[in-house]
């Protein structure tokens, strides 16, 4: 899960001219000078925001947020959360701005191998910490890839939940209201496949619409497809 540990972070900006293609600015940033990487970008408080992992060994990964001038992708503003002994994975999609001033990302808090809790957090323009909440099932792995407000104005988070042994993996939807709190949260899955959400969409009549991929629990790739 920590693939992208590897990965620094380079930050382009094409220009919308797709004839020309233009780059028009080239950037790379590192915190400790090991492992940076950005697993996610978009625009907030006026700004592009970038959403990754660094670290100082190979083992944990903390959280950074940086934020980059529009004009020519200089930093702005950089903020690094960490737990001594965790890894916070991101996910890999977009966050949601509830307004212009607060940003709220989803992901995954990893405090062992066979453990780890989903969450939702919310950022201010200054990328300070405003609201922090935890969610799964006990003693399981809770992953978040991916988040959406609904038409309801409620929040839903949809990933995968499975043992430490990932024998039967489901996909993992979690309901909260605009403050996070738990609403509820499900398993979706068959007992002889695996499944995971990966993407959460709005449809135009209100449902939800997920995306993700289906496996049999060797998770040979003879036999993944889409789900």
């Known amino acids: 899960m920590c693939r992208f540990l590897f990965y ?57 947020l940086r934020l980059y001038d529009y004009s020519n992708g200089n930093a702005y503003l950089n903020k690094t959360y960490q737990w001594s002994g965790t890894t916070i994975i991101p996910s890999e ?20 191998p066979d453990t780890a809790l ?3 957090w919310r ?18 792995v809770n992953a978040l890839h991916g988040m959406t407000v609904g038409k309801d104005n409620y929040i839903y988070m949809v990933g995968f939940v499975d043992n430490s042994s990932y024998t039967n993996t489901d996909i993992l939807l979690i309901k909260t209201d605009t403050s996070g709190n738990e609403i509820w949260k499900k398993k979706i899955g068959l007992s002889t496949w695996s499944e995971e959400g990966y993407s959460i969409r709005n449809c135009s009549n ?13 998770f040979t790739s003879a036999n993944q497809g889409p789900l």
């Open 93 to 112: 999609g977009k966050g949601i701005r509830i307004n212009r001033n607060i940003y709220s990302i989803c992901g995954t808090k990893v405090y062992k």
């Open 8 to 64: 620094f972070i380079l930050l382009f900006s094409l220009g919308l001219n797709l004839r020309s293609q233009s780059v028009y600015f080239n950037k790379r940033f590192d915190n400790f000078n090991s492992c940076d990487g950005a697993i996610g970008i978009d625009t907030f408080a006026n700004k592009y925001l970038t959403i990754g992992v660094a670290c100082t060994a190979i083992t944990y990964g903390a959280l950074n």
């Open 118 to 120: 989903a969450f939702l």
């Open 206 to 218: 209100g449902d939800l619409i997920i995306s993700g991929a289906r496996y049999v629990p060797n």
């Open 123 to 140: 950022f201010n323009s200054n990328l300070d910490s405003v609201l922090y909440r935890e969610y799964g099932y006990l003693n399981m």
